[in-house]
């Protein structure tokens, strides 16, 4: 049987995750989940995961664990014969936990970024919120200013990316990831990268991923050889 490839990314606010996602589903061939963007269309969509979710996310708060869990094991359901590379989930130790009853995963990657790198590139991103879709006025700016390249409605600056509100979501982050980031070590599955710039960080998780598949093809290969 084929075996799939199953990854996470981490890392706090700002660090890349969603850049280097979007490089590796286009590269790999990776299903991406961003738990982000689920939540954000349940909200959308007044589901019932959204409804309550939207009451968490109001108030700053994570959403609880059993909520997230739920969402995306249900997501992860859908895709149980598919390569993935999860955003957002697992974010605390419980949710990795739950994650790891169910899937194995084979490969964590976590970007270490550090802060005033994070605080310049969130003061200048810009989202479309329909489709999830970001900008940063220097490193990847829209075709028009102010607006979303494919449907060309404006973009909006998340309250969330101000400075102020940075340095709280970051000591948040660090907390919660931690015990999150321990787990994966003791699996022996976590790669770190550090550097301020996604453009020199990318070519090292690009030969990763790339020796890390070649040699799930060739046991899954070796498996099926009698
Ligand atoms: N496992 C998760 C994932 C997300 N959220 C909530 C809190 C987040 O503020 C919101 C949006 O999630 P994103 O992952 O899109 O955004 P973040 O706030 O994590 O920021 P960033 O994308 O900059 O890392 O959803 C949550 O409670 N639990
Ligand atoms: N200047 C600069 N901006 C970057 C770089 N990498 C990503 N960005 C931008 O920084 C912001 C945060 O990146 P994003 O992928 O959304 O990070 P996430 O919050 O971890 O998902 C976005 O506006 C990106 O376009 C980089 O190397 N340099």
């Known amino acids: 049987m084929a075996k799939f490839f199953r990854a996470a990314i981490m890392g706090p606010p700002g660090s890349g995750k969603g850049t280097i996602s979007k490089r590796i589903a286009q590269s790999f061939g990776l299903q991406y989940l961003s738990s982000g963007h689920f939540l954000r269309e349940g909200i ?23 909520v997230m869990t739920r969402l995306m094991l249900s997501k992860l359901e859908q895709l ?28 964590v990657i976590s970007l270490n970024i550090p802060y005033e790198t ?15 879709r970001v900008y940063n006025m220097g490193f990847n700016p829209p ?14 600056q998340q309250d969330d990316d101000k400075p ?17 980031i321990d787990l994966y070590k003791s699996l022996g ?5 550090s550097g301020t710039e996604t453009d020199r960080i990318w ?24």
């Not at 994070?118 to 999830?132: A, M, N, V, Y």
């Not at 991923?209 to 040699?215: A, E, G, P, V």
């Open 44 to 66: 959308a969509a007044n589901t019932e995961a959204g409804v309550m979710a939207k009451t968490y996310i109001e108030r700053g708060m994570l959403v609880p664990d059993p």
């Open 80 to 107: 149980s014969s598919h390569s993935f590379l999860l955003d957002g989930f697992p974010r605390t130790l419980a949710q990795a936990q739950a994650l790891n009853n169910r899937y194995q995963l084979d490969l």
């Open 143 to 156: 075709q028009v200013e102010g607006k979303d390249d494919v449907t060309g409605e404006p973009l909006i």
């Open 164 to 180: 102020e509100a940075l340095m709280a979501r970051l000591r948040h982050y660090k907390e919660v990831a931690k015990p999150v």
């Open 118 to 132: 994070l605080k310049e590139r969130l003061s200048d991103r810009w989202i479309h919120p329909r489709s999830g």
């Open 189 to 193: 599955i976590l790669h770190s990268f």
């Open 203 to 226: 070519p090292y998780i690009n030969s990763l991923l790339s020796n890390k598949m070649h040699t799930l093809a060739q046991d899954a290969h070796q498996s099926q050889t009698p």
